[in-house]
């Protein structure tokens, strides 16, 4: 049986939140951000490997249960990085997951594997429910099919073989990109959109942590 890991990034600042702490260190209901998605990933039967990547000054702190902990980069791109460097050689095949989000699911990770025992890569996505416009400045220049656009969410699968290739070329023509899928596509490759969650949301402002809590309390998880 082909072993996965799961690289679960947690070493931004979270400059949106306006926060003086780590974004992925912000309590949540009395837990850290962060433990929501790894405990869905450490709980999972399919995933072999958990590495955890937080701030440097953070590494010490963090409990290695089932886990390895690493530190990050300065860009999210670098964090994957060092995370990917510290899986071990048995995993073939890696999903990345970003800490801000803590709703990740057990039918996502299952859906993901999947893809992956298909031989393909691919990245949980949500169809824009919005009318979508193409603008310059605040003037309309165009009303876009929304059927051809899916907001991109984690996790996001791939033989790790291919993501590391892909992750060299990038850093060798300066490219950063906002996910994995982005450094994939630019190698060519196909990169499957694999039904992701409504729920499976990104903390990002105040506003969120606030819809998170509230959502915690509704659904009760
Ligand atoms: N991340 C990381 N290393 C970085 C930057 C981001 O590991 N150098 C992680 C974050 O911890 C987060 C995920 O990547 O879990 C998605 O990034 P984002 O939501 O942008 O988080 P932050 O970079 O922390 O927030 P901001 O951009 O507002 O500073
Ligand atoms: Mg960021």
Redesign the pocket.
């Given at each position: 049986m082909k072993k996965s890991g799961v690289v679960?990034?947690?070493?931004?600042?979270?400059?949106?939140?306006k926060s003086d702490i780590?974004?992925?260190f912000i309590q949540l209901l009395g837990k850290p951000?962060?433990k929501y998605s790894l405990e869905v990933f450490l709980n999972h039967p399919d995933i072999d490997e958990v590495v955890l990547?937080?701030?440097s000054e953070k590494v010490g702190g963090v409990p290695k249960n089932r886990c390895q902990v690493v530190g990050?980069?300065?860009?999210?791109?670098?964090?994957?990085i060092n995370?990917l460097a510290a899986l071990s050689p048995k995993c073939e095949s890696v999903l990345v997951?970003?800490?801000?989000?803590p709703f990740v699911t057990d039918a996502l990770i299952d859906r993901l594997l999947a893809t992956l025992a298909e031989g393909k890569s691919g990245i949980v996505a949500w169809p824009v429910p919005d009318t979508l416009k193409r603008a310059k400045g605040d003037i309309i220049l165009e009303t876009v099919d929304r059927s051809h656009f899916w907001a991109a969410q984690?996790p996001q699968a791939f033989p790790v073989a291919i993501l590391k290739e892909a992750l060299q070329k990038a850093k060798e023509e300066n490219f950063v990109g906002?996910d994995e899928a982005s450094v994939v596509e630019r190698l060519g490759l196909e990169v499957c959109l694999v039904l992701g969650d409504a729920r499976n949301i990104?903390?990002?402002?105040q506003y969120d942590l606030t819809l998170a809590q509230a959502l915690l309390k509704y659904f009760n998880i």
């Open positions: 679960i990034v947690a070493a931004g600042r979270g400059e949106r939140l780590p974004k992925a951000l962060y990547v937080v701030p990050g980069g300065a860009t999210r791109q670098e964090s994957v995370g997951h970003d800490a801000a989000r984690t906002t990104k903390i990002t402002t």
